[in-house]
């Protein structure tokens, strides 16, 4: 790659803002002068010869495994609040040995610093050993919360040389807000109106009926999931989970009719994306893939725009964008891809509400950086689980035995607390008048204490009238409302605590 190569401008589509990347910093380290603003480490140093093309370059050479080297540089904060940014560089590596533990290494870093003390190190993919010239890249969303961000290059707990050259930071394109405002969205809830539970493994008729009958749920998030075995990464794999859902979705639509239930459609998995344990889905890059999922919420649309029984689309279950690379004719990050999604919907169905979840994960914070798309009736959902160490206690073999309310990893823990977590989504309904869905939220049976947070995040849910979901109807046995709270003991017998919290709130259903 010459040094003088530079970023050619991409012609987006007219919703993008702005049209092309926008570059707020550069630097080629072609001369003593352009390491000036850098703090450098004890092993670094300027080579005016050993960059790419024989240009300068930077040089970290550590002699010992527990040797650290590292330079920053403040970025300017004011402009990348509440964007996504992408930090890229060209590295070259010889002999880096191994770190002791995974996230030291070569440092390609951005760190994000908050008001509260909290800090955020997205980092480049580590390679040890040898290897020529390659471009690593870093993606990051940058919180209005901000305090500051610095670039950070260097080597950090472990030995070997390592050569750094054309730095660049880029402000990524964005969905845009009209400057009047959102049009033809759904009005704010004064009350929460529905209230009911995700889709698990038992809805047949009678399972309906009870929800009618004795939880007086009003609302079913319905599940379109990858079962063992099925293979979702490809366009046939994905098309054949999704009408085999669509095919269970239209069996259980005349008991959701007869029992006066609205049915959430979920888009539980995505075309080519990774699930973790928690089946949150980090999405594939493959513009074909992006299409497919745009395409296939255009065909569902079709099919039910004129369904009753359908209350909304769940663009995808907790998307992660972790390892985006922006490429100007590649990919879509997710706040541009959801916008995709949603007018492809609104080609064919101009009125089913459309939901839409941050990054990352669905979880509250994600509203810090999530920019609303200018698509009519969308409503914006979150899930919480907070505090994970609580709510997941004795799930996938994480510890147990910790109590709610109380000091859970060196925070007090109660309704306060929890209303804290969700200041982002309050701040951003506020601030763009939108609806907010709670798509899932749900605490283990054995947790100590586990009716009190479930009275506490809804009773926080009602009090700014949000509709939700709870997770999940006779699903998992963890979460199963209707099993008590001795892990071992998994007979469903109904009636628990952490029921008659739930009914309690679901009885205010009309």
């Known amino acids: 790659m010459m040094k003088s190569l530079i970023l050619a401008l991409f012609c987006g589509a007219a919703m993008l803002l702005p049209a092309a990347e926008e570059v707020v910093y550069r630097n080629d380290f072609n001369s003593p002068a352009s390491t000036g603003e850098w703090n450098f480490g004890p092993n670094m140093r300027f080579d005016a010869k050993g960059g790419i093309d024989n240009s300068g370059c930077i040089v970290v050479t550590n002699a010992k495994e527990e040797d650290s080297s590292l330079a920053g540089i403040p970025l300017d904060v004011e402009k990348l609040r509440g964007r996504a940014i992408m930090a890229e560089g060209w590295m070259k590596a010889e002999n880096v040995t191994r770190p002791k533990l995974s996230y030291l290494g070569p440092k390609l870093m951005l760190g994000i610093a908050y008001n509260d003390g909290r800090k955020d190190h997205p980092d480049q993919e580590k390679v040890i050993g040898s290897y020529d010239w390659r471009k690593f890249t870093v993606f990051a969303r940058i919180p209005h919360s901000a305090k500051s961000v610095d670039l950070c290059i260097g080597l950090q707990g472990c030995a070997g040389k390592i050569s750094i050259d054309n730095l660049k930071v880029v402000l990524l ?8 405002g959102l049009k033809q969205q759904l009005p704010v809830q004064k009350e929460t109106k529905f209230r009911g539970v995700m889709s698990g493994s038992d809805l047949s008729p009678a399972a309906f009926r009870e929800l009618n009958e004795v939880w007086n749920a009003n609302l079913i998030r319905f599940q379109l999931s990858r079962r063992r075995n099925e293979d979702h990464t490809t366009e046939e794999g994905f098309s054949k989970i999704i009408a085999r859902g669509l095919s269970e979705l239209d069996a259980i639509l005349p008991a959701a009719r007869a029992n006066g239930i609205k049915i959430l459609i979920d888009m539980h998995v995505g ?3 990774s699930l973790n344990e928690l089946l949150s889905n980090k999405l594939s890059w493959e513009p074909a893939m992006q299409q497919l999922l745009a395409d296939i919420w255009r065909e569902i649309a079709e099919k039910y725009k004129d369904e009753p ?3 909304g689309y ?3 279950n907790e998307p992660r964008e972790e390892n985006y690379i922006y490429t100007p004719d590649g990919g879509l990050d997710w706040n541009r891809l959801a916008e995709k999604i949603a007018k492809a919907i609104r080609e064919v169905d101009p009125d089913t509400p459309i939901i839409i979840e941050p990054a990352q994960w669905g979880g509250a914070a994600g509203f810090e950086n999530l920019i609303p798309v200018d698509v009519p009736n969308v409503i914006y959902s979150f899930h919480i689980y907070s505090p994970g160490e609580f709510t997941h206690q004795g799930v996938h073999n994480r510890p147990a035995g910790i109590v709610y309310p109380g000091m859970i990893a060196g925070k007090m823990w109660n309704k306060a607390m929890l209303e804290k977590e969700m200041a982002p989504v309050i701040e951003f309904q506020k601030k763009y008048r939108v609806p907010i869905y709670v798509g899932e939220f749900g605490v283990a049976r054995w947790a100590p204490g586990a009716e009190q947070w ?7 849910f ?6 939700w979901t709870y997770h999940a109807f006779r699903e998992y046995d963890g979460w199963d409302a209707e099993i008590g709270p001795v892990k071992s003991d998994t007979r469903r017998i109904g009636d628990t605590p952490r029921r008659r919290v739930l009914l309690k709130y679901m009885k205010r259903n009309q």
Not at 173 to 180: D, G, L, Y
């Open 271 to 273: 075309p080519g994306t």
């Open 314 to 316: 769940d663009l995808l």
């Open 454 to 460: 479930l009275d506490d995040v809804i009773s926080i």
């Open 173 to 180: 394109p964005a969905p845009a807000i009209p400057k009047n």
């Open 309 to 311: 029984a359908i209350w």
């Open 462 to 467: 009602e009090e700014h009238g949000w509709d």
